[in-house]
């Protein structure tokens, strides 16, 4: 992601192996499978980009952002784990009340091995945000 301000924020990720599918990602499973570039601090952790907390909740703090001057080129993701691999064809990015610290675009990338990443497609430049604002992201 690439902000358009000084910090970067996501209020949920979901990852789909079918258009219009379940999300593949779990609340449940969230402290364990996501993982990111960095956190702000700990009430804006990885996890919170999963918890499928959206809406009044950003008020309360529950969602992903990156650490302070970590904002260019960073990353929320979910590790499926070996033997689970799934692919996915479209990404739901849900953004937060302040549109400042929403990405101004995307990338969706994978790895087997958490070390090497190929980019599955790049998503284009989000032209605007509005407070809360779904985006779904389907692979061409």
Known sequence: FNPSFTNIAVAELE?????????E?????????????????????????F???????NA???YWAAATGQHLNSWLGWNFGVGNEKDIVQV???????TSQNPLDATVQYSDDGVVWTTA????????????????????
Do not use: M
């Not at 990852?15 to 999300?23: I, L, M, N, Q, Y």
């Not at 739901?92 to 302040?98: P, R």
């Not at 497609?121 to 692979?139: H, N, Q, R």
């Open 92 to 98: 739901i990015l849900t953004g937060i009340a302040d």
């Open 15 to 23: 990852f789909r192996s079918s258009v219009g599918g379940a999300d």
């Open 25 to 49: 990602t779990s609340p449940a499973d969230a402290v364990a499978r996501s993982i990111a570039s960095s956190n702000f601090s700990s009430s804006f952790s990885k996890e919170h980009g």
């Open 51 to 57: 918890n499928d907390v959206i809406g009044s909740a």
């Open 121 to 140: 497609w790049p998503i284009t430049t989000f032209a605007s945000w509005t407070p809360i604002e779904v985006k779904t992201l389907t692979k061409p």
């Open 60 to 62: 309360a703090n529950q």
